[in-house]
């Protein structure tokens, strides 16, 4: 386990572009799934509530856990509607890197361009996978040729890497390369990891996430071309990316580990909003997949997981070293809330306090 490569991997897209159907198709490339679930059937692995089921969409970001040659990866699953970008945008603080999803019979939406731009001021790598090509008007060229256009000119078909055509589009979109390329007439796997997690490169696949094609293609291309990010093993840093309950209301904290490591029992200092540190224990340490969970005993750099104990923690919060973000989003409308005469305001104002969280 500890030689494996841990990275953390969001799925962006404009809803219903198929995020929660690739989710699926590479849990159960992985391994990580013994059946596929289909979110038309509402038994979709990764949208565990109610509500999600019930309408088919995914409103709250989930995370799940992949093992695959040499890469132990935590994908982080993100709505895709623009009422829930919120929850989208704080779930790009613990990325390494994205998947992009563009739907061929969309093609690149605004939403689409909106998520790019998000991705870009964080500086996230990104994997571009183009869905739903068996239903596509156009050609593989002219989608191709539309991402160039509106997402970057860096945009790099890996369909046919190894070709000398895919080594000329590579040394074409980076200089780096282009001198590398010129000197052996070929490119090495790092060299092109360096270009992609650079972002001057952007590669892009093509398939069909419902029909499993083109899903195995992206997954050994992440494998092969990521790199881990560095982390300090000394000085402790963690960035709180979600918060929620779990089905016995316990508290949960969602966090990215980012340098030191966290065990069970240690106090960690926490800096609440009005600005007053306060120290809390760390009673148990989750790794979720789906609503299903293992409790460790140690988090090392690089770990998404889900903290139990701390009540003072909030989202976007930095802990330790890591400091503390202010999201660029913000809600579309605001919302007055008339109670019905015989309500509790007390009791309804702390149900929102906890929906707030």
Request: proline share 4%; net charge neutral; hydrophobic share 40%.
């Amino acid at each position: 386990r500890g030689l494996m490569k841990k990275i953390a991997v969001g799925i962006l897209a404009h809803v219903d572009a198929g995020k929660t159907t690739l989710s699926e198709g590479l849990l159960y490339n992985s391994g990580a799934l013994t059946k596929l679930g289909r979110v038309d059937k509402r038994d979709a692995f990764l949208d565990t509530h109610s509500l999600e089921r019930e309408r088919g969409i995914t409103i709250f970001s989930k995370q799940a856990i992949l093992e695959f040659g040499d890469t132990y990866m935590t994908l982080i699953d993100t709505p895709g509607h623009i009422d829930f970008s919120c929850e989208a945008e704080r779930a790009l603080s613990v990325q390494d890197y994205a998947i992009l999803i563009v739907s061929s019979p969309d093609g690149v939406t605004a939403h689409t361009k909106t998520l790019y731009s998000l991705l870009s001021a964080r500086r996230i790598p990104t994997f571009i996978f183009v869905n739903k090509v068996d239903i596509a008007q156009r050609t593989r060229a002219q989608l191709l040729e539309e991402i160039k256009c509106v997402i970057s000119p860096r945009a790099v078909d890996f369909s046919a890497v190894g070709t000398p055509d895919f080594y000329e589009s590579c040394a074409s979109a980076d200089e780096h390369l282009m001198d590398e390329y010129f000197e052996s007439d070929t490119l090495s796997e790092e060299s092109i990891a360096r270009a992609i997690a650079k972002r001057r490169i952007f590669p892009v696949f093509f398939g069909s996430a419902l029909k499993m094609k083109g899903v195995a293609e992206l997954m050994e291309a992440i494998d092969k071309y990521t790199l881990e990010k560095k982390y300090s093993d000394t000085l402790f840093g963690a960035r709180v990316y979600k918060i929620t309950r779990d089905p016995q209301g316990k508290r949960l904290t969602y966090v990215k580990i980012t340098g030191g490591s966290l065990k069970t029992k240690d106090i960690i200092s926490i800096k609440t909003k009005s600005g007053e540190i306060v120290e809390e224990k760390v009673e148990e340490i989750r790794l979720y997949s789906g609503d299903k969970y293992k409790s460790i005993g140690t988090a090392t750099p690089g770990t998404v997981c889900a903290i139990l104990g701390p009540t003072s923690t909030t989202v976007g919060a930095g802990i330790g070293v890591e400091k503390s973000e202010v999201p660029t989003l913000s809600p579309v409308l605001d919302y007055k809330i008339i109670l019905p005469r015989d309500a509790n305001p007390y009791e309804i104002y702390m149900r929102l306090m906890t929906l707030a969280e």
